[in-house]
């Protein structure tokens, strides 16, 4: 008989650094990539590796995810399959999760009811393709209580991620710490380390009694990556899965081990460039491993125009179904449906969501506009920060952020 393996997908992120695109809306359910939300990615690798029992746990601002997930994420019933979001059930008393290790322990019944032999944990708000059938097949052969996905990344990076310490050979894991700075190099790479993916496949048994004892704790932090794992660890029971060795079909050379933490507004905007190469570094036209999502019923893209300087195009960009690009130049930009960009506006470097209207004459420039932001005729986005700080959200790095709904002032 097959393993039985359930799928945990933790969506109860708030996204405090993706604000104002999470003011109204859990992290998990900030849409990406024209036609897609963050949920999407890891529910398509968990599908297309054929793990199509899971539960998404929801906390934070979860209606736009729930809806998201009940209407797109359906299985056949027939076959008991499912994806299910289950909010905060207050189960074990009047609180809402404390952490990850807590939302699982307030799902105990989940795994109790489904009975698997394995457990899969995995985050909801990273943009990539992994085949998680290869880590758990790993897992299963290891004997491990536990198998965390790490991906090299360069030594002098560490501060920036939880590092996974290896043994002499490369898979026991012998420590699991958060952003050091003295960080030790891999045993066949010294200058590179294991980032945490934030991806974890359990043996059942295992998982349940490290969150049981975590839940006792009152000092604990009841945090997956900070408690549950560095338990293991020291109990011996933890191998890291090196995501290098996972090959997604279809992939290429230049899209191999791609994986972005989309949690800040420069590194989320930074994924949506890495899609409009001629070339991509991350490759949604890899139709061997699908990313799905809800598919409305929209029309077609149109452009139009054709006289003089009144030309609709777009170049080295992605415009979705129902987007209208009217006399108008889109460069180097997604576009989400039902955006319409009017004659003589200029859209360049930017994230358009669902809905935007760019009015005529009007200009975007490395920006990010939320669904159903309206920039009026002549209007200038991008142009002059130190203008749009006074009114708008601006990264680090100067991409102009503008929140769900909102007029952009002439």
């Not at 359910?29 to 963050?38: D, E, N």
């Not at 997956?224 to 338990?231: A, D, E, F």
């Not at 590194?267 to 491993?289: C, G, K, Q, R, T």
Request: aromatic share 8%; proline share 6%; glycine share 10%.
């Amino acid at each position: 008989m097959a393993d039985k393996v359930l799928a945990i997908v933790l969506a109860g992120g708030e996204g405090k650094r993706l604000m104002p695109l999470t003011a109204d809306r859990a992290k998990p359910a900030v849409p990406f990539g024209g036609m897609y939300r963050m949920v999407d990615f890891v529910l398509s690798n968990l599908a297309n590796a054929g793990f199509i029992k899971i539960v998404v746990l929801t906390q934070y601002k979860s209606h736009s995810l729930d809806r998201h997930i009940t209407m797109t994420w359906r299985m056949s019933t027939l076959l008991g399959n499912y994806v299910t979001p289950v909010p905060a059930q207050q189960r074990r008393g009047p609180w809402w999760f404390a952490g990850s290790a807590d939302a699982i322990y307030q799902s105990f019944n989940l795994i109790h009811d489904e009975q698997p032999d394995y457990v899969i944990v995995f985050g909801a708000d990273h943009i990539y393709r992994m085949d998680p059938r290869q880590m758990v097949d790993d897992h299963i052969a290891s004997g491990a209580g536990v198998t965390v996905a790490g991906i090299r990344q360069p030594l002098s990076m560490a501060d920036q991620f939880g590092v996974i310490e290896v043994g002499p050979d490369g898979r026991r894991i012998r420590a699991f710490r958060e952003k050091p700075t003295d960080a030790v190099g891999l045993p066949d790479a010294p200058d590179q380390i294991y980032a945490s993916m934030g991806n974890y496949v359990f043996t059942t048994k295992a998982l349940l009694e490290a969150v049981e004892q975590d839940a006792e704790d009152k000092t604990s932090k009841h945090d997956m990556g900070g408690s549950i794992i560095p338990m293991l660890v020291e109990r011996g029971e933890a191998n890291v899965y090196d995501f290098r060795d996972n090959e997604v079909p279809g992939s290429t050379d230049r899209d191999r081990g791609y994986w972005r933490d989309v949690g800040t507004l420069d590194s989320f905007y930074d994924a949506h460039m890495d899609l409009i190469n001629v070339h991509p570094v991350f490759n949604l036209y890899n139709f061997e491993w699908p990313i799905y999502t809800e598919q409305p019923p929209y029309p077609p893209a149109k452009f139009v125009h054709q006289w003089g300087e009144r030309v609709g195009r777009a170049v080295g960009s992605m415009v979705s179904p129902g987007a209208v690009v009217s006399g108008s130049l889109v460069e180097n930009s997604i576009v989400s449906p039902k955006v319409k960009v009017h004659s003589w506006a200029h859209v360049d470097g930017s994230v358009l969501m669902e809905g935007v209207d760019i009015g005529r004459h009007a200009v975007v420039r490395r920006a990010i506009l939320d669904k159903n932001v309206i920039v009026p005729e002549g209007a200038e986005i991008g142009v002059d920060l130190e203008k749009d700080r006074q009114r708008y959200t601006v990264s680090d790095n100067g991409i102009v952020v503008i929140g769900k709904g909102q007029r952009v002032e002439p």
